[in-house]
């Protein structure tokens, strides 16, 4: 089945103490990004990846990195939590980047608590 | 990409058509209309998509305006298992980021 995987589903974490969310998806996509949902906010991007190695930044990159090594895999890496990181991620993916005729394969999101 | 404007929430009986509008006055002539939704805390899902046509597939209906300016997303019969939020989004291709708005809320009701 396709699909994009994120684990873990649900993380409490502590302020400073390094965690990866990771991400892979099974559908050979170019094309993989991740994004945060907040309350009242809608879904930022954080960053996004057009191929394997080449990684760019979204609306709010601030606190998180990202490695792209192979096609499928695309973990977002938070060095050191703090509590506005608190948030719902989401993983998506899809065939290629800047195509206007793509359409988006989000993962089941990952529900974070930095306390 | 073009702003979009929905309705906050909207209520449909199951059964019934759901017809969820949507304005993007200024959308411009690549930009395409999509359609996602989310159930709860779940991942969006892709429904629909369109560019000047009107699009049909196996969950939903896309009717776009002539002038582009507003399109209407259907869901012909309307189930409790889409009681969901619906987002409309313009987008043009721009790092395929899609910026979702707060969407409708719809909820279907026995």
């Known amino acids: 089945e396709a699909q994009v995987t994120q684990n873990p589903r649900y993380l409490i974490t502590v302020t400073g103490k390094k965690l990866t969310v990771t991400c892979s998806q099974n559908m050979n996509h170019e094309y993989m990004s991740w994004y945060r949902q907040d309350p009242g906010l809608g879904l930022r991007q954080i960053y996004y990846?057009?191929?394997?190695?080449?990684?760019d930044k979204g609306d709010v990159p601030e606190g998180y990195k990202v490695s792209r090594k192979e096609k499928r895999n695309f973990p977002l890496i938070l060095e050191s939590p703090s509590p506005n990181q608190t948030s719902l991620y989401f993983c998506?993916?899809?065939?290629?980047?800047?195509?206007?005729?793509?359409?988006?394969?989000f993962g089941s999101g990952t529900q974070l608590s930095v306390l | 990409d073009a702003k979009t404007t929905q309705p906050p929430s909207m209520d449909c009986a199951e059964g019934r058509a759901a017809n969820l509008p949507c304005n993007h006055s200024t959308i411009s002539g690549n930009e395409y209309v999509y359609w996602y939704r989310q159930i709860h805390s779940q991942g969006p899902q892709y429904i629909i998509h369109?560019?000047?046509n009107n699009e049909t597939n196996e969950m939903a209906s896309l009717i776009i305006t002539e002038d582009r300016k507003s399109s209407t997303l259907i869901l012909p019969h309307a189930t409790l298992r889409d009681t969901a939020v619906y987002y409309c989004i313009s987008y043009t291709g721009t790092a395929s980021k899609l910026t979702f708005g707060t969407g409708t809320r719809l909820q279907v009701t026995l």
């Open positions: 998506a993916s899809s065939r290629t980047g800047g195509a206007t005729n793509e359409k988006l394969f």
């Open positions: 369109g560019l000047k």
């Open positions: 990846s057009m191929n394997v190695e080449v990684t």
